[in-house]
C-alpha cells in the first residue's frame, strides 16, 4: 500500500518533532519535508505535491491563510489541515474559507489528527471537537454577512506582516512574488489608510491584529 506523501509546517522545531512522532505512530504516512516558515511551506508544497499539508497558520514571512491560498494554486491535490492555537472565528472561518479542510486545535492534536486525516482524505471537513459545527456551517453561508472587516485588502496585510517582521521592501518583493514598486505602492497604502506614521506603529497594530507573536 503505498504511503501518503506529508508536509509538516510549523515554526518551532520542537512542535514539528512531536507531530512527527505521532504521524509515524499512524503508520502507513511518510512525512517528505518540513518548513519553518510559510514561504518555505509554499515552495516545498509546489515542488513535492504532497497528499497532505500540516499548517500552523502563525508563521514567519507568509500569514496561514495566504499560505493556504497558494498552495491551493500550485498543488490543487493537497489535503490542507489547519493545526493551530488559536480557536477565534476569524481564524477558522478564514482557513475553510480559502481551502483548508481541517482545523484542529494543538491541545487536541493527540487524540483527533488521526480521525482529522481520514475525514480528508475521504474528501469530509474535520473540526477540533470543541468547535462548534453549527456555528462553522453559519459562517459559511453566503448571506452570513461580514462578522469582521478589516480596512486592508489581502496584499496589503500580507505587506504590513512582513514590514513588521523587519523585511525590506526587497525582501518582501521577493516573497511575495512581486515588483519592489508595487511594494512601495502599498507600503504608502497602508500609511494612507492607518496613519500610524512609523514602523513601531506598524508593528504595534499587527501584534494587536494577530499577524505577528511577540514571542
Known amino acids: 500500500m503505498q504511503k501518503l506523501k506529508l508536509i509538516l509546517a510549523d515554526d518551532h522545531r520542537i512542535v514539528r518533532e512531536g507531530i512527527a512522532h505521532l504521524l509515524e505512530s499512524f503508520g502507513n504516512i511518510e512525512i517528505v519535508g518540513q518548513a519553518g516558515d510559510g514561504h518555505e511551506a509554499v515552495l516545498l508544497s509546489a515542488r513535492l505535491q504532497p497528499d497532505i499539508l500540516i499548517l500552523d497558520i502563525s508563521m514567519p514571512k507568509l500569514l496561514g491563510v495566504d499560505v493556504i491560498k497558494e498552495v491551493r494554486l500550485r498543488s490543487a491535490r493537497t489535503k490542507i489541515i489547519v493545526l493551530s492555537m488559536h480557536n477565534k472565528e476569524r481564524y477558522i472561518k478564514d482557513c475553510l ?5 481541517a482545523y484542529l486545535l494543538k491541545e487536541s492534536a493527540v ?3 488521526k480521525n482529522a486525516i481520514d475525514c480528508v482524505l475521504g474528501d ?6 470543541v468547535i462548534s459545527r453549527d ?3 453559519g459562517w459559511l453561508s453566503p448571506d ?13 496585510t500580507q505587506v504590513l506582516k ?3 517582521e523587519g523585511h525590506s521592501s526587497k525582501e518582501i518583493a521577493g516573497l511575495l512574488f512581486i515588483s519592489p514598486k508595487t511594494v512601495e505602492t502599498h507600503r504608502h497604502r497602508l500609511n494612507e489608510k492607518l496613519k500610524l506614521g512609523n514602523i513601531a506603529g506598524l508593528v504595534r497594530y499587527a501584534v494587536k491584529e494577530g499577524l505577528i507573536s511577540v514571542e
Open 162 to 164: 512582513l514590514l513588521a
Open 135 to 137: 456555528a462553522v456551517q
Open 97 to 101: 474559507r480559502n481551502g483548508a479542510s
Open 111 to 113: 487524540n483527533e489528527l
Open 144 to 156: 452570513s454577512g461580514a462578522a469582521m472587516t478589516s480596512p486592508l485588502t489581502a496584499r496589503e
Open 124 to 129: 469530509q471537513i474535520y473540526l477540533s471537537s
